[in-house]
């Protein structure tokens, strides 16, 4: 494998060499480069090109990786630390207490033995199977009561590292057994005394072994909800941001596209009444008022977004209602449209945002007719009903070619969605007559 590499390599310090020097080199030095190549990669990975680890500190470092992985998962180097000095210190303090203190039935050198084996134990699994070294501690506790420290250690890592209950009463009963070595007992002043040592042998590092994990459970339980609350709130952010996004596209549509739509319309209108200077100049006027009025509003969601706080003073402005629509209508009709608008009384008698959403609904309309039904008649007609204003834009077919200008196809969708919002309903399908009809409920 490691050839091919270096094969690869060679074939493009060639390929550059010929793209960069006009005269290539000899064979004889491409060959040498490869095998440079070839000897690199060999020192530095120590793998053979049979894709086995060669000679080298690299396998015994992979095998020790290894070894750490199986009995330390997840440990890190301190902790590593942590338990050989727990297994170093268990053993050093049982092999003192042998030595100065009575070993009972069993030999010393067996006493010492186990104590080597009770030391490896603790080192190994004190964390990932405390029962093992803890079942070791109790045997040699039985027999020799200078292994009671032993038990301490055990007892502790068994209430440390071991979940369940009544695994944890089971493994103090059978270590106050072994450390009192209850079947010794005669008198009731050394059954007092063997309670006391168990107290201090079995139950004090128990309850502080119980105490470290559900102190280790509640840390990593408040860990876990803080990150979720993190993730959550996050989540929101990002959601907030999309909304108002999508808010900000909408308005942008509403206000700016519209009245894009009218110049294109006029300068259209311009070409066709070129011969008409009179003409001409009123629709060049047209397109000129609507090109500020386009940048003004521009300007306007600009300053917004610019403001750096929350309540920075911003260049509001009035926004558009119900009220406006007799504008709104005047404007497409100078701009060459047949509108026809039928307003009821009380219409305009509206919540402000239901009032905004009925304008721009209208404005959609008309900008779509102007788009795709030019010349076409439009009537506009807005009622006012028990509890919900109704919104009816008609076209009817178009009487000129389409304007073929690209659109993104988004108008009716925010239309859609500012409805639902509302808690309104949106129609907007062709009639029969080759015409258009877009009409709304919004509860008021």
Known sequence: MMASVATGFSGLGATRERRDHPCPRRPEAANALAGRLDRVIRKLTRWGT??????????????????????????STRGIWLEVVVALLGTVLVGINVGTSDSGWLPTPFVVAG???????LLAFRRRAPLIPFAASVL??????????????TCYAVARYVAAWPVRI?????????????????TANEAFASLGGAALVVLLPGALGAWARTRADLLAALTERAERAEAERELMA????????????????DAVGHRVSLMVLQAGAIE???????????????????GRAALD????????????????????????????????????????????????????????VISRAAYRIVQEALTNSSKHAPGAPVHVDVERGTGELRIRVVNG??????????GGGFGLVGLGERVRTLGGQLKAEPRLDGGFVVEAVLPT
């Not at 089971?170 to 005669?186: E, H, K, L, N, R």
């Not at 077919?397 to 690209?406: G, H, R, V």
Request: hydrophobic share 45%; aromatic share 2%.
């Open 297 to 352: 509003e521009l300007r306007q969601m600009v300053g917004v977004l610019r403001g750096g706080e929350v309540d920075e003073d911003a260049p509001l402005g009035p926004q558009p209602c119900v009220e406006d629509l007799p504008q709104l209508v005047e404007q497409s009709r100078k701009a060459g449209m047949v509108v026809d608008l039928q307003q009821a009384d009380g219409a305009d008698r509206v919540d402000a």
């Open 50 to 75: 049979n894709g086995r680890p060669g000679r080298g500190p690299q396998r015994l470092t992979l095998a020790v990786m290894g070894i750490r992985a199986r009995l330390w998962p997840g440990l």
């Open 272 to 290: 066709m009444a070129a011969a008409d200077r009179d003409r001409v100049e009123q629709l060049a006027c047209n397109v000129q008022v609507a």
């Open 238 to 253: 990002r959601e907030a941001v999309l909304e108002e996004r999508t808010r900000i596209a909408r308005e942008m549509h």
């Open 397 to 406: 077919a178009s009487e000129e070619p389409a304007d073929q200008a690209p």
């Open 140 to 153: 040699l506790a039985s027999g020799s009561s200078a292994v009671a420290i032993g038990v301490l250690l």
């Open 115 to 121: 104590t080597t084996v009770l030391g490896i134990l």
């Open 170 to 186: 089971a493994a103090g009963v059978v270590a106050s057994i072994a450390v009192t070595q209850a079947w010794t007992i005669d």
